[in-house]
């Protein structure tokens, strides 16, 4: 069974950068043929695909966040990391890490970590 835990800081100030990571048990980052996801939900609002690593270690972006989005990982500690710059207000929201098989297949989810932005 695998299982994704996120952790981070629950409070960032605007215009500071977003600091988020993923802890996997169950499956190995190194080795696993899955993408290791970001995805994020606003308050009373839907899901926001945001980027992945893929099992080469190639990080992808949705163009909308692109610009001020950074993915990586670190095979030795069995983590990935999303570093999101310049945040606002608006992206407060429920941060989830996602082990993805395909495309929009989302087959485990973290419990998700709450992050607002406010000074």
């Known amino acids: 069974q695998v299982q994704l835990q996120e952790s981070g800081p629950g409070l960032v100030k605007p215009s500071q950068t977003l600091s988020l990571t993923c802890t996997i048990s169950g499956d190995s980052i190194g080795s696993s043929e899955a993408y290791w996801t970001w995805i994020r939900q606003p308050p009373g609002k839907g899901l926001e695909w945001i980027g992945y690593i893929s099992p080469g270690g190639i990080p992808y972006y949705s163009p909308s966040l692109k610009s001020r989005t950074a993915i990586s990982r670190d095979t030795s500690k069995n983590q990935f990391s999303l570093q999101l710059y310049s945040v606002t207000p608006e992206d407060t929201a429920r941060y989830f890490c996602?082990?993805?098989?395909?495309?929009?297949?989302?087959?485990?989810w973290g419990q998700g970590t709450l992050v607002t932005v406010s000074a």
């Open positions: 996602v082990r993805e098989v395909g495309y929009a297949q989302f087959e485990y």
